[in-house]
């Protein structure tokens, strides 16, 4: 079965700064898809990014950028020049390459921005 | 449209108890999707559907739950005889059923809290 580890339970940066959130995965698939879902206090999930395993390009999206790691099992994100509205709990997803699959999460990271 | 719509949004109940929650997808999403989500937690997979027909349940999915989305439309979600361990925020998601990288929309969820 495939697990989602994000070792991070909570992280801190300042306004302007960038910081870099940690995911690991554990599969035996080589297709599939990995994503970065944000939870703000709203509580409604909002998609940040996502990579395709095929592809060896890193995704980015403006401040949002991720750095892929496939023979490593990483997917790590990164958020350059923080601002308060990124302050929210991030969560590392999997998803198998199978129609209707369902995502596995990780147990995310709190993030903190400060001003 | 407006996004995913859940209801309620709160829902207290005392053990033993049936309660019933709603999600409201985008309305030319052919997949809905629920998940429980426990405090620190991830979301986790409960149920799938492609338009009508429930194509996927989790393991988590006792047979105190059960699911419909008649007409592929809407969806309920019933949980039976409620438990203290039930207590969790359970969320619904959508997606346009087109391809295994798409994007999930999220609702905001239903919080429940069984005393």
């Known amino acids: 079965a495939q697990t989602v580890t994000q070792s991070q339970p909570e992280m801190s940066v300042q306004e302007a700064e960038t910081v870099t959130l940690s995911c690991t995965y554990d599969?035996?698939?080589?297709?599939?898809?990995l994503f970065w879902y944000k939870q703000p206090p709203s509580r409604q999930m909002i998609l940040v990014i996502r990579?395709?395993?095929?592809?060896?390009q890193n995704a980015t999206e403006n401040r949002f950028s991720v750095n892929f790691q496939k023979a490593a099992k990483s997917f790590s994100l990164k958020i350059s020049d923080s601002q308060l509205g990124d302050a929210a709990m991030y969560f590392c997803?999997?998803?198998?390459?199978?129609?209707?699959?369902?995502?596995?999460f990780g147990k995310g990271t709190t993030l903190s921005v400060s001003s | 449209d407006t996004g995913v719509s859940q209801d309620p949004r709160h829902k207290i109940t005392k053990r033993g108890q049936n309660v019933t929650f709603r999600c409201d997808p985008i309305?030319?999403?052919?997949?809905l999707y629920w998940y429980r989500q426990t405090l620190g937690q991830g979301p986790e997979f409960l149920t799938y559907?492609?338009?009508?027909?429930?194509?996927?349940k989790s393991r988590l999915l006792s047979d105190r739950f059960s699911a419909e989305r008649p007409k592929g439309s809407f969806s309920t979600l019933e949980i039976q005889r409620t438990e203290q361990g039930d207590s969790a925020m359970y969320l619904c998601?959508?997606?346009?059923?087109?391809?295994?990288?798409?994007?999930?929309?999220f609702g905001s969820g239903t919080q429940l809290s069984v005393l």
């Open positions: 998601a959508s997606s346009l059923g087109i391809a295994t990288n798409e994007k999930l929309f």
């Open positions: 599969t035996s698939e080589s297709d599939y898809y």
């Open positions: 990579q395709e395993a095929y592809k060896q």
């Open positions: 997803a999997y998803r198998s390459d199978q129609a209707g699959t369902a995502l596995i």
């Open positions: 309305s030319e999403h052919n997949r």
């Open positions: 559907f492609q338009n009508e027909a429930q194509l996927e």
